[in-house]
């Protein structure tokens, strides 16, 4: 069996699409290297996308350290990832921080901000987990 630990480092908006409510934002991670997980959604529901970005960090690093050696015995091809830090805390802040970006745009449109200003306003928002 083969065990990978991995922790969530920080969150950050890369990219906004003003006229598309669109962010593009990455997920560092350390399994023994940085890494980074790179998407652009929309913010519609903060939780729900911040469950799924976890969700998808486990199955991406499964899939990245997947062993296919099944000579020594029937768990040589298991692999587990662990993260460090409480699941629950995690979502939770991944989840607020998306919530932050939704209010942001959306005091940006109620303000009736131009794109750029919006753009500006948006990118470069980060949390630290």
């Known amino acids: 069996m083969n065990t990978v630990d991995v922790t969530l480092k920080r969150v950050e908006i890369t990219s906004f699409d003003a006229r598309?409510?669109?962010?593009?934002f990455r997920l560092i991670l350390n399994d023994g290297k940085d890494k980074a997980m790179q998407r652009?959604?929309?913010v519609n529901d903060p939780k729900a996308l911040a469950s799924e970005l976890?969700?998808?960090?486990?199955?991406?690093?499964?899939?990245?350290?997947?062993s296919n050696s099944i000579e020594d015995g029937p768990l040589e091809g298991v692999t587990m990832v662990r993260i460090q830090g409480d699941e629950?805390?995690?979502?939770?802040?991944?989840g607020k921080f998306f919530s932050v970006v939704k209010e942001k745009v959306r005091n940006g449109q109620m303000r009736k901000l131009s794109y750029y200003d919006m753009e500006r306003q948006i990118i470069g928002l980060k949390t630290d987990l």
Do not use: C, P, W, Y
Not at 20 to 24: D, F, H, P, Q
Not at 88 to 94: D, H, V, W, Y
């Open 40 to 42: 652009q959604e929309t």
């Open 88 to 94: 629950e805390l995690l979502i939770e802040r991944i």
């Open 54 to 66: 976890f969700q998808d960090v486990r199955k991406k690093m499964k899939e990245l350290h997947r």
């Open 20 to 24: 598309a409510k669109s962010v593009g």
